[in-house]
């Protein structure tokens, strides 16, 4: 499963997203939030690989990146930084940092037109969307005004690999109205005799179709190697690896074209129970 980055701003506003002429998204500052420089942290643990500093802003070359940080996070997934603040970065390459450790300040150094973070995703060398890769934490504030907003994934540490974790006065019924599904439905599914005896750290397994968020092209993870398990029931020929790549966004358009549904590729709330009744009518 891949990592949860973490937002590198704790006040997330998007003020450019990903496109083909922009493969990243750019981060913007507020005043009551850090303001021109606020903080840039590490996205997830990691090794620095890669830094520059001593730049100034330059609007002559606009290739010109500016002051940056690149951090290698697996064999997988690595971050960059772009145009941080001239001698504001506290890292070296070679060092090790943690999820939240402070990397540098926020800048508009190389070519810049304002002070923004620019933010990279690379998946196995490949630029990707960051937004798709990197979720809002509790302590990180989300502007109102920010592009995608809709978009943003949030980070809750109460769920693994789509199981709840039971919290101190948790019951049943608070969790099952977090996912919209009965607590009968709910205990069926994890064998729960009795669905007034839970335990604090208990693992609840959600059924993967009553999860509240969408897959699409992109996404990753035990969710998508479901929704690929379903289809292969279905009669597609997918390798179930929990990517969400061109094959599967293929199989999804195809199976919405055969089903009456909207054609958009994204299994969202009709599409996803369209493929889990046909799949236990199988």
């Keep these: 499963m891949l990592l949860k980055l973490r937002y590198p701003v704790d006040y997330i506003t998007i003020t450019n997203e990903f496109k083909s002429n922009h493969q990243a998204i750019d981060l913007g500052w507020n005043r009551n939030y850090g303001g021109l420089n606020q903080n840039i942290y590490s996205p997830h643990d990691g090794i620095v690989v890669s830094v520059v500093d001593g730049r100034k802003n330059n609007l002559v070359n606009k290739n010109d990146a500016g002051n940056l940080v690149k951090i290698k996070h697996n064999n997988q997934l690595t971050t960059r930084l772009i145009h941080l603040l001239k001698d504001s970065i506290i890292v070296k390459e070679g060092n090790i940092v943690k999820t939240g450790d402070l990397i540098a300040k926020m800048g508009n150094s190389g070519y810049a037109?304002?002070?923004?973070?620019h933010y990279n995703v690379y998946l196995n060398s490949?630029?990707?969307?960051?937004i798709q890769y990197t979720y809002a934490y509790k302590d990180q504030i989300i502007s109102d005004n920010s592009k995608n907003k809709d978009q943003i994934l949030y980070y809750n540490e109460n769920i693994v690999d789509n199981y709840y974790i039971v919290k101190k006065n948790d019951t049943l019924s608070n969790i099952r109205n977090i996912y919209n599904i009965s607590y009968q439905e709910l205990a069926e599914y994890n064998d729960i005799s009795n669905p007034n005896l839970i335990r604090i750290g208990q693992k609840i397994k959600i059924p993967i179709f009553n999860l509240s968020f969408i897959l699409k092209e992109g996404s990753n993870g035990q969710s998508v190697k479901e929704l690929q398990k379903r289809l292969n029931q279905l009669g597609y020929n997918l390798i179930v690896d929990g990517m969400f790549g061109r094959k599967t966004k293929k199989a999804v358009l195809?199976?919405?074209?055969?089903?009456?549904?909207?054609i958009d590729g994204i299994v969202g709330k009709e599409t996803s129970n369209a493929i889990g009744w046909l799949y236990q009518s199988k």
């Design 113 to 117: 037109l304002g002070n923004h973070l």
């Design 126 to 130: 490949e630029k990707v969307n960051p």
């Design 254 to 262: 195809d199976f919405q074209n055969k089903n009456n549904l909207i």
